[in-house]
């Protein structure tokens, strides 16, 4: 992970405990002005209009919003987790998910990388297990 990582704290700012916690995307206000252009995208699919402009012309539609590179990739080839990384907000990409026809099962699958049966079981399980998804330091050297 290099220092450029939307996984790693922002060097413009003071370290959080969080950000040593794996797979952990915060939406602090670091986070917020990261993903403004990517959140309003999702958020303008509240309304039917935009939600058609989409379908008809999504590269012309995403030309609409002040997206980086790196956004703009990662909603063209849903890569929901990435998203996430790169300043979305969970309730805001899932009204992409919502206009894709996707539940948060699947959602939660994609980013978990197993099937929708396996998230699914493990939610029923009763979730992940914390195993190397406590602090980072608690696992370095081991």
Not at 48 to 61: I, K, L, Q
Not at 63 to 81: S, V
Request: a negative charge; charged letters at 25%.
């Amino acid at each position: 992970m290099n220092a450029d990582s939307p996984e790693r704290a922002p060097s413009d700012r003071e370290p959080r405990e969080y950000d040593d916690i794996p797979g952990t995307y915060v939406f602090d206000g670091q986070h917020s002005r990261l993903g403004y252009a990517l959140n309003m995208f999702c958020m303008s699919l509240n309304e039917a209009d935009n939600r058609d402009a989409f379908a008809a012309d999504p590269g012309g539609y995403l030309d609409r919003f002040d997206l980086t590179a790196e956004q703009r990739a990662a909603i063209e080839e849903r890569k929901w987790l990435e998203m996430l990384q790169l300043g979305g907000n969970i309730y805001y990409t899932f009204k992409l998910a919502i206009f894709d026809g996707l539940s948060m099962q699947q959602v939660g699958a994609s980013m978990s990388g197993v099937t929708f049966e396996e998230f699914s079981q493990m939610m029923i399980d009763g979730g992940r297990s914390a195993d190397g998804n406590r602090y980072q330091h608690e696992w370095d050297g081991n």
